[in-house]
């Protein structure tokens, strides 16, 4: 069973930044498109960005042109570079494979966008 576990996040001003990883245990991550999700409180969780085997990314247009998404498949890892940050980024951030989420959920990793 893969192993997602989400750190990086924290307190940050409006037009900050911030960079989550997400290391996976598992021998097939490199297979596997991988996603970034968040859940805003009293929203339902989203998916936002994704990443495929190959390298090709996708976005909401919610965070397109601040957020990059990427992954080193021989650490495991998917990361998230987030930029120019604002108070709707307020969430608690997960990944996941960035289809349908197939995996237990981590625990997350909280990002608070606040002056």
């Known amino acids: 069973q893969v192993q997602l576990v989400e750190s990086g996040g924290g307190l940050v001003q409006p037009g900050g930044s911030l960079r989550l990883s997400c290391a996976a245990s598992?021998?097939?991550?490199?297979?596997?498109?991988m996603g970034w999700y968040r859940q805003a409180p009293g929203k339902q969780r989203e998916l936002f960005a994704r990443?495929?085997?190959?390298?090709?990314?996708d976005y909401a247009d919610s965070v397109k042109g601040r957020f990059t998404i990427s992954r080193d498949n021989a650490k495991m890892t998917v990361y998230l570079q987030m930029n120019t940050l604002k108070p709707e980024d307020t969430a608690v951030y997960y990944c996941?494979?960035?289809?349908?989420?197939?995996?237990?959920w981590g625990q997350g990793t909280q990002v608070t966008v606040s002056s």
């Open positions: 990443i495929t085997r190959g390298g090709s990314t």
């Open positions: 598992g021998s097939l991550f490199s297979t596997y498109t």
């Open positions: 996941n494979t960035g289809i349908t989420a197939m995996f237990d």
